[in-house]
Structure formats: structure tokens, C-alpha cells
């Protein structure tokens, strides 16, 4: 390898990895959420969600940058996913579908064996990501989210059995 060579390879990103989340990760998660839901969460309520028990979540980034994340809520057999985002920048290169991914073994080491969802008619990438997943539609609110505009858009509620 040349000089140069090595430089770039030095300045490469380094491969995404999934990791556990920490209190110190909570200012970072609540702007990845702010960025990808319109009504936000502060910084005090994601520290509550990591302090709780019942939540289950994992984050993906390079190095120490934290670019997405995903968090559950977890009631016996069952779970409940509260939020996955993944930051702007970052998105459509896999980092979603690999913290989904890992989130679903995570969850099924626990003893979790269905995973439910709601997700915005609307929201193309989730749907086709979840679908991809085998996530089952088996429910519908109507008029559930509220937009910025003011309209009303419905959600589907989607499961997924976990082995
Ligand atoms: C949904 C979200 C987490 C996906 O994360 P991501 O890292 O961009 O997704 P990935 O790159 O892992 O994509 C995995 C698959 O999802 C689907 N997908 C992701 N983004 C898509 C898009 N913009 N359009 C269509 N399909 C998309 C594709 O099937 C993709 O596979 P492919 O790239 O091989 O076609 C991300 O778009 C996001 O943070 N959105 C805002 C928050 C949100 O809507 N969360 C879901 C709430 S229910």
C-alpha cells in the first residue's frame, strides 16, 4: 500500500456496528428522533425510556457516532416497538434493517415472541423495510396520527412472530 494509500484506508468510516445504549447516548437520540418524527421527544423522556426496565433497544453507528436506533417495549411474550430511526445522513445504507435486525434477536433472546408495531400508512421506507422483515398487517387506526398540516393519517398496526 502506498502513502496515500494508507491515508485513505486511516480516514475510511469504519464498518457501522451495533451496540447497546447508554444515558450519555440520550441527547443524540432524541435529535436522530426529532429528525424523523415531527413531534419530538426531549431529551429527559428518552433518559427515562433508558432507565426503564421494560425497554429494550440497541443503536448503530460508526465508531463512537451514534446514527440510529431502535427502541421496544416489552410485556411478558410480547413487544412493542416504540421508535426506529435512523439519522438523515445515514439512511438507505442498511443501518435500519441491521439495528432492526439485531433488535429482533436481542428481542428473542428475552423470551419475546410476537413484535408489534404502528407505522404511518403513509411512510413508504418503513413499510417496505418491515415488509422485507415479514412484518403481518393486523390492524388499523384510522385517523391515529395527526400531521403538521393538521390532517389526520392512519396507522397500521403490524406483527411479527419471532422464533
Ligand atoms: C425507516 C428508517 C428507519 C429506515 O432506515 P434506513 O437505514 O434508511 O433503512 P435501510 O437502508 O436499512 O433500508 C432497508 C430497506 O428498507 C426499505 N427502505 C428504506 N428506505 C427506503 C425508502 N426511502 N424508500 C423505499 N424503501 C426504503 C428498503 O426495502 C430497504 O432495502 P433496500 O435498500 O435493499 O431496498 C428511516 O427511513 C427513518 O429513520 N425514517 C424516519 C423515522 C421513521 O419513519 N421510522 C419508522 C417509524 S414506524
Redesign the pocket.
Known amino acids: 500500500m502506498g502513502r496515500s494509500g494508507f491515508w485513505s484506508w486511516l480516514a475510511r468510516p469504519a464498518h457501522p456496528a451495533v451496540r447497546s445504549l447508554a444515558m450519555r447516548d440520550a441527547p443524540r437520540i432524541a435529535a ?2 426529532s ?3 415531527h413531534r419530538g421527544w426531549s431529551v429527559p423522556e428518552i433518559e427515562a425510556m433508558l432507565a426503564d426496565a421494560t425497554i429494550v433497544g440497541l443503536g448503530i453507528g460508526r465508531g463512537r457516532a451514534l446514527e ?1 436506533f431502535v427502541l421496544s417495549r416489552r410485556a411478558a411474550d410480547e413487544a412493542e ?1 416504540l ?6 445522513g ?11 435486525l439485531a433488535h429482533l434477536s436481542q428481542l428473542a433472546g428475552r423470551g419475546v415472541r410476537a413484535l408489534f ?4 400508512e403513509g ?10 422483515l415479514d412484518f403481518r398487517e393486523v390492524g388499523r387506526r384510522n385517523a391515529y396520527y395527526r400531521r403538521p398540516d393538521g390532517g389526520r393519517a392512519t396507522a397500521l398496526v403490524l406483527r411479527k412472530e419471532l422464533a
Open positions: 436522530i428522533h429528525e424523523g418524527f440510529g416497538i421508535t426506529i430511526a435512523v439519522a438523515t445515514a439512511r438507505r445504507s442498511g443501518l435500519g434493517l441491521a439495528v432492526l408495531l404502528e407505522v404511518d411512510n413508504a421506507a418503513a413499510r417496505a423495510l418491515y415488509d422485507s
